[in-house]
Nanobody, 127 residues
Framework: QVQLVESGGGLVQAGDSLRLSCAGA????????MGWFRQAPGKEREFVAA????????YDADSVKARFTISRNNAKNTVYLQMNSLKPEDTAVYYC????????????????????WGQGTQVTVSS
């Protein structure tokens, strides 16, 4: 089991940057593949980015490709989402998620593939 806590959200203007952090506590963090999802008001939760447990493989949604970067520091039990060139349509609650796996390079793109979720952090981008 792992507990996840997101931080770093806030209110920014279009074109600004933010870095979200997700700290894990509990089971060894490096045994989890991690993902970021977001949910805007009235919309379904959508995939943003994923990273393998070894950080050797990442994948970004087309909507954020070349603007967002997922990374992790297993020594600090933390996964990050660097968000650049933010747009008003990026406004959402951002959630990190974890899935235990023995595969060092596996990544997961669907929300139902994850076992643990954080409480979310709000990101609001004004135009």
């Amino acid at each position: 089991q792992v507990q996840l806590v997101e931080s770093g959200g806030g209110l920014v203007q279009a074109g600004d940057s933010l870095r979200l952090s997700c700290a894990g506590a509990g089971r060894t963090f490096s045994t989890f593949a991690m993902g970021w999802f977001r949910q805007a008001p009235g919309k379904e939760r959508e995939f943003v980015a994923a990273i393998s447990r070894s950080a050797g493989r990442t994948y970004d949604a087309d909507s954020v490709k070349a603007r967002f970067t997922i990374s992790r520091n297993n020594a600090k039990n933390t996964v990050y989402l660097q968000m650049n060139s933010l747009k008003p349509e990026d406004t959402a609650v951002y959630y990190c998620a974890a899935r235990g796996t023995i595969e060092s390079r596996s990544i997961y793109l669907k929300s139902n593939e994850y076992d643990y979720w954080g409480q979310g952090t709000q990101v609001t981008v004004s135009s």
